[in-house]
């Protein structure tokens, strides 16, 4: 197991619109371990391969409350979306930064587990924003691009600025 570096906007690696994964087999169970030993060990409830720089369609999220409920979706896709609702939102390729975003407020999504299995399942709260948010991620969408261009600037110049900073220290 290792953990995996995130990668950080402005990055243009972000922008890269995933794969869909062709073969769930061991290689692809070791990236998903990985990603999960990232996303415990950065306190995040959703990491996407976008966000590690593998560009195939899959996620993992876990948005228990003691964080024993591990979620693998591979190839995934909304089947049903109901309602709209503004939640504030995190994500780990922008720390410090939260903004609000309106989704749906409930959702059913379909994808394959990582035993390759088809499965569906409905979700709300903070699981269906997570899960929009991750799709998002696979397009090479963030949530940013739901603010304006003048609030999305400002954050681009802060995180430029601490990625600057962080530079020198090193
Ligand atoms: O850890 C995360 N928390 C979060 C909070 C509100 C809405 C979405 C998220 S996802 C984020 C992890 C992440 O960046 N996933 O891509
Ligand atoms: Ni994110």
Do not use: W
């Not at 953990?3 to 062709?22: G, H, Q, S």
């Not at 950065?42 to 876990?62: C, E, M, P, W, Y």
């Not at 090479?140 to 681009?156: A, E």
Request: hydrophobic share 40%; proline share 4%; aromatic share 6%.
């Amino acid at each position: 197991m290792a953990v995996m570096t995130i990668l950080k906007y402005p990055d243009e690696r972000l922008r890269t619109v995933a794969k869909p994964v062709e073969q769930v087999d061991d290689a692809l169970r070791g990236i998903i371990e990985d990603m999960f030993e990232t996303m415990y060990g950065s306190q995040g409830v959703g990491l996407a391969a976008t966000q590690v720089n593998v560009h195939k369609r899959l996620f993992i999220a876990d948005c228990s409350e003691n964080g024993n409920e591990p979620l693998t979706f591979i190839n995934p896709e909304i089947i049903e979306r109901d309602g709209l609702h503004e939640n504030e939102e995190g994500c780990l390729s922008f720390p410090n930064v939260y903004a609000k975003v309106e989704r749906a407020g409930k959702i059913k999504v379909r994808a394959l587990d990582k035993n390759g299995d088809t499965f569906e399942r409905e979700a709300e709260g903070l699981l269906a924003i997570c899960i929009q948010h991750e799709i998002d991620h696979l397009n090479g969408k963030l949530f940013v691009d739901y603010l304006s261009p003048l609030k999305r600037d400002r954050i681009r110049k802060k995180l430029e600025k601490e990625a600057r900073l962080a530079a020198k220290l090193d």
